[in-house]
Every structure is written in C-alpha cells, then in structure tokens.
C-alpha cells in the first residue's frame, strides 16, 4: 500500500485521511479518539485521489492546541496571514465619526432601555465608560461622541456600508495596505480582509435596511462592498484575496447578491477565487 501527497504535509495527511474514512478511526479532539479494535483489518482495493475542497483550513483554540490535533484535523498551521483580524477599525478608524457621523451606523431606539445594542443602551455604556474608566486619554472623544449621537442617533461601534464617504474611505484604505508592502502580498494565500467589528451591531438607516429585509442578511452590505474593494484589488495584484466575515449578523448568506468571481488559475476549473473565500468564511462560522 503506498500513501502519498504533496508538500507541506500531504504524506500525514494521507495517512490521517485513510485511518479516518478506510479504517474508521475518530480523533474528536485532544484526549477524545475512537479506535476500532480490528486484529485482522483488511482493506479492499484501492485508489483513491483526495483534493481538499478547501485550500486552507483554520480551527483556533482548544481543538488545535497540539501538533497532533492539527495534523488529525488536516488543518492548515503555517499560514503567513491573520486568519481573525477585524479589519475595518483601521480601513474606517473611529476618530472619524467626529466629523462624518453619517459614515457610520444609524442605531434605532426601539423603546426597549435595557435592550443590549439599542440606542439608549449604548449610550449609557458611553457614560459607563466616562464614569468608571477615569484613566482613559480617550474620554474627551466619548463625550463628543455622545454629544454628536445625540443629535444624529448615529454611533460609531459599526459602518454605514451605504454611505458613499465610507466605502471610498474603506476602499482606498484597504487598497493602501497593498500598496505599501507588495512583497508581503506575493505569497499565497494572501488575504487583504475587509471585516466588520465584534458584536451584534448593524446600520438600520434607510438604506442598509432595505438591502437586509430584501437579501434577508447583512452580509448583503458586506459582499457589495466586497466586491467593489475586489475589483480593484485584481488590478493591482489577482493572486490576492479578499475576505469578509461571516459572523453574528452576517452568518446568513444574502438571497441574491453573489460574490464577485475571477478565474483563478490554480483552482480547478470550475472554481473561483472568490467561491474559495465564500467557502472559506463558511468554514469559519
């Protein structure tokens, strides 16, 4: 029997892969496996090619603290990018809000005070902020911010993707993180991530929300902006991908809108660059 693969590390994979679904061994994680008891294993004949469906595949935490829970899981473990960053805090810095709040997310007050993401709430996690966290050197912008909110009903803890003044701010600033590195793009997969903050907050101005209630999700917002930054990207380097996140609100992919798609030599020929990253976002949810 001869188990083969290409390199980094396609001979352990090959391994893993036929103890998994020749053999029927189980590695659930560290510590926790299933070996079946065979003393006279026999296989049938075979020959079998395995093309990972994925390129790259990335499990943080617990499930790839080891070597070895990495290897069972066929993960991929050197990669020379961030595989979690949010990006949009320096594509669209928050300091910005203080002069252009219409870039930036309309939170409805929905008569609900205790409500965790609406409008009251948060404003007083900005007092909260003020009174208890007296060492900050950024409490000044705070208190602008809720003075400009206030009038506005705008916030900064996410992006108004609808906004014209946003996504150009977005878009030249991702396009300056090519720019001033190149030789740091030339390795693949290289990964320019365009990503929302953490939490459940979403832009519920007019516009944003009549993309969610007809594409039924948010990451309608993203992939249009997405796919704008892509264009771009491929005339400056097509090797690069362009990632977004699916996560809390943008889980659920959009009904209509599809991510842009180029030829992407290396892939098989029915897949895309950015079919690749669509699966790859799935895959990280």
């Known amino acids: 029997m001869i188990l083969s693969g290409g390199e980094p590390r396609g001979i352990v994979y090959a391994i893993y892969t036929f103890l998994q679904d020749v053999v029927g061994c189980r590695w659930w994680t560290a510590g926790a496996e299933q070996i079946p008891r065979v003393p006279d294993l026999a296989v049938p004949t075979l020959d079998m090619r395995y093309h ?98 206030k009038r ?10 609808n906004s014209e003044g946003a996504r150009r701010t977005i878009t030249r600033n991702a396009l300056a993180e090519l720019d001033a590195n190149p030789d740091a793009w030339r390795t693949r997969p290289s990964v320019l991530w365009v990503t929302q903050n953490d939490g459940r907050y979403l832009c519920r101005c007019e516009k944003c929300a009549a993309v969610q209630s007809e594409e039924g999700s948010d990451s309608a917002n993203w992939v249009r902006l997405v796919n704008g930054i ?33 030829s992407y030599t290396h892939l098989r020929a029915h897949e895309t660059r950015h079919d690749l990253v669509c699966r790859l976002l799935l895959e990280k949810k």
């Open 52 to 149: 990972p469906r994925f390129e790259f595949r990335v499990v943080t935490g617990l499930q790839a603290a080891s070597f070895e829970a990495r290897a069972w899981h066929r993960l991929s473990f050197d990669l020379t990018f961030d595989t979690g960053t949010h990006s949009i805090t320096k594509q669209l810095p928050k300091k910005l809000f203080l002069e252009h709040p219409e870039w930036f997310m309309y939170c409805l007050d929905d008569g609900f005070p205790n409500k965790k993401y609406n409008f009251q709430a948060t404003l007083r996690g900005f007092e909260r902020t003020i009174r208890t966290e007296t060492e900050r050197n950024d409490l000044d912008f705070f208190r602008e911010v809720i003075k400009i909110a």
């Open 152 to 161: 506005t009903q705008r916030i900064p803890q996410q992006q108004c993707l």
């Open 230 to 262: 892509a264009a771009e990207v491929e005339k400056r380097n097509p090797n690069v991908l362009v990632g977004m996140f699916a996560y809390l609100h943008t889980e659920a992919p959009p009904r209509k809108i599809k991510p842009r798609t180029v």
